[in-house]
């Protein structure tokens, strides 16, 4: 462990499995559905699946607006499938194992029901841009587990779930904005893990009234931590440094997923530039604030994200990497 602790560059074992796995959709992307809803039918679900991207991610949305209208929508469908499942695994009830197994034959049905506006315009975005099945049910599997498992033994075990829950994702994302080739895929998986370990971090407390550590377990008693010292909501020097050594991780991830943008297709790169960046200002925000994820939730402003999109535009359109810098890090006490 120590090794690690003092290198994060090394931290890279999780990956090739994850790489393997994402791999083996591109040669058979599974059955896709039949729509054949009429027009009002989709412009109802386009819109329904736009106000549920609206009201529950202020980054998505806003990157969002910045590829084409169809893709627009396919990205309004996939986030909108995404809440859905992720909130009915989180909302507690009794037969929320039932109610999720449901959803899934829901939505990855062949020939959806006009009346099921979110399935309708999934499917639409499944079938127009030939997202992979596995991609969908492997999300739906992670978000599963979240049912029954509340804790992450290394970040190994951490890393499949974010893979499952996020880089996914991205994945899905990639096939609707286009790509090159196999190439793109490490760097969706990195960006995906990246963007996740940020929700982690940001949402600690949030998290723990639901019962649930997302941190490597064998990494916070390295530095001194336990459930109980998350549960109190301490920023001391052990979790300072902790959650410096996460945000470091999530930021060699974020410059190493970047370098995929030239993977993509142009009308796409700016959108998928600019969700990476305004989510990387999220661990920014929490450096500002003494890592404090306590008594306050860390955000990126309205004023802050327009004030970074010229800046966004120009790195992608000269190709150049990720611009964070990080603040200076707490030092280790003796």
Not at 44 to 61: E, K, L, M
Not at 94 to 102: C, I, K, P, T, V
Not at 162 to 191: D, N, R
Request: hydrophobic share 45%.
């Amino acid at each position: 462990m120590r090794h690690l602790l003092d290198n994060p560059e090394r931290d890279t074992s999780w990956l090739d499995p994850l790489v393997e796995a994402a791999a083996v959709a591109l040669d058979d992307p599974g059955p896709l559905p039949i729509v054949k809803a009429n027009g009002d039918a989709m412009r109802r679900a386009w819109d329904c699946c736009r106000s549920i991207t609206a009201h529950h991610s202020r980054t998505f949305s806003f990157a969002s607006r910045l590829l084409p209208i169809e893709k627009r929508r396919a990205i309004w469908a996939l986030y909108a499938f995404c809440r859905t499942t992720d909130d009915i695994a989180d909302h507690g009830q009794s037969d929320a194992a039932e109610r999720l197994a449901r959803w899934r034959a829901e939505a990855m049905a062949d020939r959806p029901a006009d009346d099921g506006l979110v399935q309708l315009a999934w499917a639409d975005a499944r079938r127009r841009y030939r997202i992979p099945a596995s991609y969908a049910t492997a999300l739906t599997d992670t978000i599963a587990q979240d049912l029954v498992q509340t804790r992450y033994a290394t970040f190994d075990d951490l890393a499949r779930y974010c893979f499952g829950v996020a880089s996914t994702v991205g994945l899905m994302t990639m096939h609707i904005v286009g790509f090159s080739g196999p190439e793109a895929i490490p760097c969706a998986i990195k960006l995906g893990v990246a963007m996740q370990l940020t929700n982690i971090l940001r949402d600690v407390a949030e998290d723990l009234l639901l019962g649930r550590v997302y941190l490597p377990q064998d990494e916070m008693a390295e530095f001194g931590l336990s459930d109980d010292d998350i549960a109190h909501g301490e920023v001391d020097d052990r979790w300072r440094r902790f959650a410096s050594f996460q945000i470091a991780r999530a930021f060699r991830l974020y410059r190493e997923g970047w370098q995929g943008l030239r993977y993509l297709d142009r009308s796409g790169r700016f959108a998928i530039a600019a969700a990476a960046d305004l989510y990387a200002g999220i661990l920014c925000d929490i450096e500002r604030h003494d890592y404090d994820v306590f008594s306050r939730r860390a955000h990126v402003s309205q004023f802050t994200k327009l004030a970074r999109l010229p800046g966004i535009w120009a790195r992608v359109q000269f190709e150049r990497g990720f611009a964070y810098r990080r603040r200076p890090q707490p030092e280790p006490t003796e």
